[in-house]
C-alpha cells in the first residue's frame, strides 16, 4: 500500500463500460468516465472527466472515438487513456477492482469474487438475464487486464435483502419461490444505502435509527421504505420493472394484462420483455422518456404529456403514502435523489404540495434553490418530517464497500498485466 494506491470501480452496461478511480490514502474521487457503444466502430466513444484538483487546478474533459470490439479491449482502451494522461504507473497502481453487479438473488452484502462467487452471479443471470451478463463481461475484462488484483462485486439487490417476508413474497405458488426463486428481490440498493447514510448525517442520527423514505427518481426509478437503517419494502421486484412510471418501463401492471397483449399481438416472450421494458413508460405514454420534455409538453397543454407527467408524480405520492404507512408514520425524512429528484424542483412541488394534509410542507425557496448537484433540505420548518434532496454517488458507495472487504492489509502485492 502505498500513497499512490487506486481503487478502481467499473459498471459495465450492454454496450458500456463505465469507470471511476479512487485514491485510497487519502480516499478521494479521481478521473472517471465511459466507454459508449462497444462493439459499434464507428461510434464507439470514450468520454472522461478529471476533478479540478487532478489537473492544476482547471479541471478536464475529454471526448475520443475510438473502437474496442469487446469490454475487454475497452477496458484496455481506459487503462492507455489513464496510464497517458494521468498516470503513467496507474497499471501497477491499482489494488482493487469493485464491480456493480445488478442481480445478486440472496446474496445480502458485497462479495470478493471467486470462481464460487462468480457461479453464483451467473447463476443469477437465469433471473436477470439483460443486466447480469454485462456485469460478468466487466469482472471478465478487469480480470484480463489487471492480473491478480482483488476484484468486489457489490449487488443492487443487496441492500433490499433485509425486506421481511410480507414484502418480498408475491402471491404465487410457494414452490415457484422455493424452486425458482420467484420473489421480489428490489434494485438500485447501492443508492437508497448511500441515502439512507447521508441523511443520518444530515439529520445528526445513527443510522441504525434513522427511518427514511428514499426516493431515486432517474430514468429508472424505485422508492424504498427504510427501518432502523435497513430496508423493509422498495418498489421494484423480481426484475426492475415492477414500481413506478419510468422513462420506458411501464412499472405495475396486471399480469393478465401481459397475457392479453401477448394473446392479442401474437407477441413472442422476447417482444413482450422488449414493450414492457423498452417501449413503455413515459416512452409509450407521451413519445418521449426524458421528464424534461414531458413537462415541456405538459406546459404547453399538450394531453398525452399532462397524462404521462400526472401519472408519474401520482405513483410516487401512492408509495411515499404506502411507505409511510409500513413504516407506522415514524418518519424522519423523505429524500429525492437521481436524474429527476435532484433536478427537478416542479416535480418535487407536485409530489410533496398535495401532501399537505400528510404534514409535509415544502420551503418553495428552498426547493427552487436546491438543484444541479446541490444537496440540502427543502422542508418547511413546520413540515412534520424532513424533505432531503441528496445527489447519490453509487460508485463512491460501491469503492467504499469494495475497500471493507478487502481490507487493506490484502492489497500489498497485487499485479497488473
Ligand atoms: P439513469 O441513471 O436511471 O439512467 P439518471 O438518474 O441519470 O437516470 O436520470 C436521468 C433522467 O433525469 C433523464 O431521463 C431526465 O428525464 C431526468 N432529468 C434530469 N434533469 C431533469 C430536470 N431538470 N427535470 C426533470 N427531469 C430531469
Known amino acids: 500500500m502505498s500513497a499512490s494506491s487506486k481503487l478502481l470501480v467499473l459498471n459495465a452496461g450492454s454496450s458500456s463500460l463505465k469507470f471511476k478511480v479512487f485514491g485510497v490514502q487519502p480516499f478521494a474521487a479521481g478521473i472517471g468516465g465511459m466507454f459508449d457503444r462497444i462493439g459499434d466502430a464507428i461510434n464507439c466513444t470514450l468520454k472522461a472527466s478529471a476533478p479540478a484538483d487532478l489537473d492544476g487546478g482547471k479541471g478536464r474533459k475529454w471526448e475520443i472515438k475510438i473502437p474496442a470490439k469487446d469490454h475487454v479491449e475497452a477496458m484496455q482502451r481506459i487503462l492507455d487513456f489513464i496510464k497517458g494522461n494521468v498516470s503513467s504507473a496507474f497499471a501497477r497502481e491499482v489494488v482493487a477492482v469493485g464491480h456493480r453487479v445488478v442481480h445478486g438473488l440472496e446474496i445480502s452484502q458485497p462479495v470478493l469474487l471467486t470462481d464460487k462467487t462468480i457461479g453464483k452471479i451467473r447463476e443469477a443471470a437465469v433471473l436477470a438475464p439483460l443486466h447480469n451478463p454485462p456485469g460478468l463481461q466487466g469482472i471478465d475484462a478487469a480480470e484480463k487486464v489487471f492480473k491478480g488484483v482483488p476484484q468486489v462485486a457489490v449487488f443492487d439487490t443487496a441492500f433490499h435483502q433485509t425486506m421481511p417476508s410480507q414484502a418480498f413474497m408475491y402471491g404465487l405458488p410457494y414452490e415457484l419461490y422455493e424452486k425458482h426463486k420467484i420473489r421480489r428481490y428490489g434494485f438500485h440498493g447501492t443508492s437508497h444505502k448511500y441515502l439512507v447514510e447521508q441523511a443520518a448525517g444530515m439529520l445528526g442520527k445513527p443510522v441504525s435509527e434513522t427511518n427514511v423514505i428514499t426516493c431515486h427518481l432517474g430514468n429508472g426509478s424505485s422508492i424504498a421504505a427504510i427501518r432502523g437503517g435497513l430496508c423493509i419494502d422498495t418498489t421494484m421486484g423480481m426484475t426492475p420493472l415492477e414500481g413506478l412510471l ?128 446541490r444537496c440540502g433540505d427543502i422542508a418547511a420548518p413546520t413540515s412534520r418530517c424532513r424533505l432531503l434532496v441528496i445527489p447519490t454517488d453509487e460508485e463512491l458507495c460501491i469503492a467504499e464497500q469494495t475497500l471493507q472487504v478487502v481490507g487493506f492489509q490484502n492489497l500489498t502485492g497485487a499485479t497488473a498485466a
Open 246 to 373: 419510468m422513462g420506458t418501463r411501464c412499472g405495475d401492471l396486471d399480469p393478465a394484462a401481459v397475457l392479453f397483449i401477448q394473446k392479442q399481438l401474437n407477441l413472442s416472450v422476447q417482444d413482450t420483455d422488449t414493450l414492457l421494458n423498452k417501449k413503455s413508460g413515459l416512452l409509450g405514454l407521451t413519445g418521449s422518456n426524458d421528464l424534461r420534455a414531458v413537462i415541456e409538453g405538459a406546459q404547453r397543454g399538450e394531453p398525452r404529456a399532462e397524462l404521462g407527467l400526472a401519472m408519474f408524480v401520482y405513483r410516487v405520492q401512492k408509495y411515499i403514502g404506502a411507505y409511510w404507512a409500513a413504516l407506522g408514520g415514524k418518519v424522519d425524512a423523505v429524500v429525492f435523489s437521481a436524474g429527476i429528484g435532484e433536478n427537478s424542483s416542479v416535480i418535487r412541488g407536485l409530489v410533496i404540495g398535495p401532501l399537505k394534509g400528510m404534514g409535509l410542507e415544502l420551503d418553495v425557496a428552498a426547493n427552487d434553490a436546491t438543484v444541479g448537484g
